[in-house]
T-cell receptor, first 109, second 118 residues
């Protein structure tokens, strides 16, 4: 079993829909990252969080440390949101990230 | 926000050639840099961690003589794929992390280098 599990693996949505991507992990962490990877390959760090909730524009990330679970929400989705979204956890001691397998999101106009 | 520049973005070369990839932090001091490899439709795989001024720490299974990493300054790390072969073809991504302000800092990623060995 992977230490970081994401669901769903693939997600197709219509423009304007509210989207949720989930991440569960089984190890102790110091922080959790949500990353966005576009088809060209470049990675953008969306959030780093260790508790509670963060919001940036149409993106919201939440984390429940007790339940070892995080969610990434996209409100009013747009085709430009189409990308792979990756959850990664930081174990802290070495700052190595453990990555989930990613969620491929396609938002159709 | 913090910017990491990776160069080149795309390389095609003949088998046996050595290829150098640069990773620069443009507006912060990167005390730690990470090099990742990504195969198609797979997640990132950490190859090595480098701290400025010291030898890189390689992950199990990564040949340090094959993948030479230099982190000579707080803004530059390089990965050299020596005597590259077709099986080295992959997408290589670096990330950089500073230590200011003190505390857990995020990693900032480069745009990646797509390496194709013929």
């Amino acid at each position: 079993k992977n230490e970081v599990e994401q669901s769903p693996q693939n997600l197709t949505a219509q423009e304007g829909e509210f989207i949720t991507i989930n991440c569960s992990y089984s190890v102790g962490i110091s922080a959790l990252h949500w990353l966005q990877q576009h088809p060209g390959g470049g990675i953008v760090s969306l959030f780093m969080l260790s508790s509670g909730k963060k919001k940036h524009g149409r993106l919201i990330a939440t984390i429940n440390i007790q339940e070892k679970h995080s969610s990434l929400h996209i409100t009013a989705s747009h085709p430009r949101d189409s990308a792979v979204y990756i959850c990664a956890v930081d174990r802290g001691a070495t700052n190595k990230l453990i990555f989930g397998t990613g969620t491929l999101l396609a938002v159709q106009p | 926000g913090a910017v990491v520049s990776q160069h080149p973005s795309w390389v095609i070369c003949k088998s046996g050639t050595s290829v150098k990839i640069e990773c620069r932090s443009l507006d912060f001091q990167a005390t730690t840099m990470f090099w990742y490899r990504q195969f198609p439709k797979q997640s990132l795989m950490l190859m090595a961690t480098s701290n400025e001024g010291s030898k890189a720490t390689y992950e199990q299974g990564v040949e340090k003589d094959k993948f030479l990493i230099n982190h000579a300054s707080l803004t530059l790390s390089t990965l050299t794929v020596t005597s590259a072969h077709p099986e080295d073809s992959s997408f290589y991504i670096c990330s950089a992390r500073g230590d200011r302000p003190i505390g857990n800092q995020p990693q900032h990623f480069g745009d990646g280098t797509r390496l194709s060995i013929l």
